[in-house]
């Protein structure tokens, strides 16, 4: 029988299951990070359990670390202490941990795929929503609870129900300017942020073949902010191409054998989809968000919708409390309003490639003034490559802060922050009330347009200084 | 995980759509390393002044909130980050039950790990609990998840639906992690058969 790719990994991965209950999923790769794990080791030493396989558990710290004074000791006391924790955890259970002072640290999801660890066909989790990132390289990712953490280090296994699948097809070709993140916020804008809600995503279709890998961990990143558990793309040539020589890869006959593997992977002609949804990238524009969930966008030429237009009398409550929360009122467009705060960063756009596409744009041009933009790469190794460029050279001659890797102002915990009643133009994936700082207010956009916005000092489409 | 088998309580009501977990409990409480004391952190943005003082106005800070076991929240209710904290809070201040049209998915997983019953109701049901909380607000309600209902003060009692798995997980007050753990031979096969 024709299977798609998520239960063909599926399938590979149930160890076992009972009537009326939950499989048992093996899991190929578990990530953890300071944030959600500290009470999973806590249940483990009650318990006097062990961490069943540390090989297939990696490590590193993003959430709450500093992205500047790295040399010194971290001022907040409480995240001092949760890395404390995940240092001591790490070395008691046997845990690789990529930490402070290592080459490889950064953003979970920007390390994962970056060292070779993300594979096509495995299973992985993390104690973070944005897991759902690994899925761009044909893996079934997704992010789980504390508890699940904990179930995962004891026995490498996870309680799950088989999650319904959705198609989410994309053809044509994308204009200039136009980027993966604005197929996933046109997405998300589409279908609501509950749109996907019990469902792993496949996005199919030859817009989404032509994206570099990068550009599809974009695109899956925010599958959760489409409510689904999990996006996913099919291995390719492209795929394979990337994972190819990276340092956790297979290499000789276990590659062959891999790769003979990855592409048995692809969804079965003649498979079915519980739902499907379909995108024209030919139509797509740059997107904005004008209110706080990823799914109140908008192309970025567009008028902010009227809540009175809303027949849901609870939609138009959502989007009036939206637009107060913003200070922005119904009609209003977004193009020349007024940012404070430019945040390129991020596991949705902190990669090589999206600093390339900002510091292509800000080359021999300044951030406008009274405008403060932080630049924030994903991992140590992209500041590195980063650097070999003279990508930092770029964004510090036009004014902007060139900083160290982690999650930094995405949901600043570590001190990056927005000041309340600032606005913010970010790369990042959640716009919600005080994400990025108690009363700071968010648009999110593509790091073309967070470039583009930078330079104008205002919201700015792309493609009129293309 | 604490047991559940029958509540007796009056609601609180918070009618918002699309209530995310940074509103359930904003990220700069998850710096703690335990998961005890986060009850005062629920809702920290929506209840609290910028000097830390209580918002007189939100519903949580009112009379009504004392003793309530029972959240009603808009539909899409815990959207947003995967952070167990927001389970956490909400048990913290009180809760056992969240009524809602839906919830996002992983926050029902993290919910049902942590004795709090999500019960998904249809929109009608939904639309008559808000008006009834919103004109009497001490009205009680019985959650009996044996039976799997959800009783109105009239006596009227609607269904719900829960997976019988977790059902039995609350029921009992055991979690998972024994069941999981007691299919050792399986995993280990697997992982032979697999050259894990």
């Known amino acids: ?466 | 995980m604490a047991q559940f088998t029958t509540i007796t309580s009056h609601a609180v009501a918070i009618p918002s759509n699309d209530i995310d977990t940074d509103q359930i409990v904003p990220a700069r409480y998850l710096k703690m390393t335990d998961k005890a004391g986060l009850g005062a952190a629920l809702f920290a943005d929506w209840r609290y002044n910028a000097d830390g003082s209580p918002k007189p106005d939100f519903i949580l800070n009112t009379p009504v909130a004392q003793g309530a076991q029972i959240l009603l929240a808009g539909d899409n209710f815990g959207c947003g980050s995967s952070r167990e904290h927001a389970p956490w809070a909400l048990t913290g201040f009180g809760f056992r039950a969240v009524v809602s049209t839906s919830f996002a998915d992983i926050f029902q997983n993290n919910a049902l790990k942590n004795g709090l019953l999500p019960i998904i109701v249809t929109p009608d049901v939904h639309a008559e609990l808000m008006a009834l909380v919103a004109k009497n607000p001490g009205s009680e309600f019985v959650v009996d998840l044996e039976k799997q209902t959800f009783t109105l003060p009239g006596g009227r009692a609607v269904s719900f639906a829960i997976d019988p798995f977790s059902k039995t997980c609350l029921l009992k007050g055991t979690d998972e992690l024994g069941y999981l753990l007691s299919f050792e031979r399986q995993i280990a096969a697997f992982e032979s058969a697999h050259s894990v």
């Not at chain 1, 794990?37 to 359990?49: D, I, W």
């Not at chain 1, 690994?134 to 309680?159: D, M, R």
């Not at chain 1, 990042?428 to 108690?438: A, D, L, M, P, T």
Request: proline content about 6%.
């Open chain 1, 1 to 466: 029988m024709p299977r798609t790719l998520f239960e063909k990994i599926w399938d590979s991965h149930v160890v076992a299951q009972e009537p009326g209950a939950p499989a048992l999923l093996y899991i190929d790769l578990h990530l953890i990070h300071e944030v959600t794990s500290p009470q999973a080791f806590t249940g483990l030493r009650q318990r006097g359990l062990k961490v069943r396989r540390p090989n297939r558990t990696v490590a590193t710290m993003d959430h709450s670390i500093p992205t500047i004074n790295r040399g010194l000791p971290i001022v907040d006391p409480m995240a001092a202490k949760q890395i404390q924790y995940l240092e001591d955890n790490c070395k008691e259970f046997g845990i690789p941990l990529h930490g402070m002072e290592s080459k490889h640290r950064g953003i979970v999801h920007v390390i994962g795929p970056e060292l070779g660890l993300t594979q096509p066909g495995m299973t992985i989790v993390c104690g973070d929503s944005h897991t759902s990132t690994h899925g761009a390289l044909g893996a079934l990712a997704f992010g789980i609870g504390t508890s699940e953490v904990e179930h995962v280090l004891a026995s490498q296994c996870l309680l799950q129900h088989k999650a319904k699948t959705c198609e989410v097809r994309v053809e044509g070709r994308l204009a200039p300017g136009v980027s993966s993140k604005d197929i996933i916020l046109a997405l998300i804008a589409e279908i609501g942020i509950g749109g996907g809600t019990g469902h792993v995503f496949e996005y199919t279709g030859s817009a989404i073949r032509a994206l570099t890998v990068e550009e599809r961990m974009t695109v899956c990143n925010m599958s959760i902010e489409g409510g689904a558990r999990g996006g996913t793309v099919a291995p390719d040539d492209t795929t394979i191409q990337y994972v190819a020589g990276r340092e956790f890869a297979p290499t000789g006959a276990a590659w062959d054998a891999a790769v003979t593997r990855w592409r048995d992977l692809p969804t079965d002609e003649g498979a079915t989809y519980d739902k499907a949804v379909t995108l024209d990238a030919n139509k797509l524009a740059p997107m904005i968000t004008y209110g706080t969930n990823p799914g109140m966008g908008m192309p970025i030429t567009a008028r902010i919708p009227d809540p009175m237009d809303l027949g849901d009398l609870n939609q138009r409550a959502a989007l009036d409390k939206a637009l107060k929360y913003m200070a922005l009122q119904p009609g209003q467009p977004l193009l020349g309003h007024d940012v404070n705060v430019v945040f390129i960063g991020s596991c949705t756009n902190s990669r090589i490639s999206d600093l390339r596409l900002a510091a292509g744009l800000m080359k021999d041009r300044k951030v406008a003034p009274g405008v403060r933009m932080l630049v924030v790469p994903g991992s140590q190794d992209v500041k590195n490559q980063a650097e070999a460029e003279g990508l930092d050279a770029v964004f510090k001659r036009a004014g902007a802060e060139w900083r160290e890797a982690g999650c930094s102002m995405c949901i600043a915990m570590n001190g990056d922050q927005l000041e309340p009643g600032q606005y913010a133009v970010s790369t990042s994936n959640r716009n919600f009330e005080g994400r990025q700082g108690k009363g700071g207010r968010t648009f999110l956009v593509s790091p073309l347009t967070a470039a583009a916005t930078a330079i104008a000092g205002k919201i700015t489409d792309v493609r009129t200084m293309l």
